[in-house]
């Protein structure tokens, strides 16, 4: 199985395992929100920051590091960067990897006069949704205790989506 995808969490600072969520929407507005709210009590790390291009992004030996030490991994999914499964073999880590795109009907693009996969798919508020809910089950499965806040931030947010997607298709 592929990996795509970058960006760290760490469930309730009480834990000493790091969790990372690599997801490249965590600080990209507008997309940013959909994590948030299953983020409520997780500090957050960035492997790829602001302004940087995650598709050309170069990994370097401390991302290594940060993801062999991490307890479990966010990815967007749909092939967003190419680095991703080399990363995660040179890291050797062996935890859960949970793909935030999971269940998305992705659109098609062209690119360089072929039909390919957009991997933006965090850009359409219902897969929004699925985002945030699958940003809470990889949480819940990092942080069992924090399971049900994670759930119920989740839960209120994706109403929130849904609500901005009604109001969008007026």
Known sequence: AT???????????RHHERAFALLPLLDVA?????????????????????????????????DAKLIAESSVLFVNGLRFE????????A????????VASEGVKPRQMEEDGEQVTDPHAWQDLNNGVLYAGNI??????????????YRKNADAYQAELKGLDRHTAK
Do not use: F, Q
């Open 91 to 98: 890291a050797d880590y062996k935890g859960p990897v949970i």
């Open 82 to 89: 190419g680095w991703m499964t080399r990363l995660v073999e």
């Open 3 to 13: 990996v795509d995808e970058p960006r760290v969490v760490d469930p309730h600072p």
């Open 30 to 62: 507008p997309a940013a929100p959909y994590a948030r709210p299953s983020l409520a009590g997780v500090e957050l790390t960035t492997l790829v920051g602001p302004n940087a291009d995650t598709h050309v992004y170069e990994p370097k030996p401390a």
């Open 136 to 149: 809470a089950a990889g949480l819940c499965k990092a942080d069992p205790e924090g399971c049900e806040t």
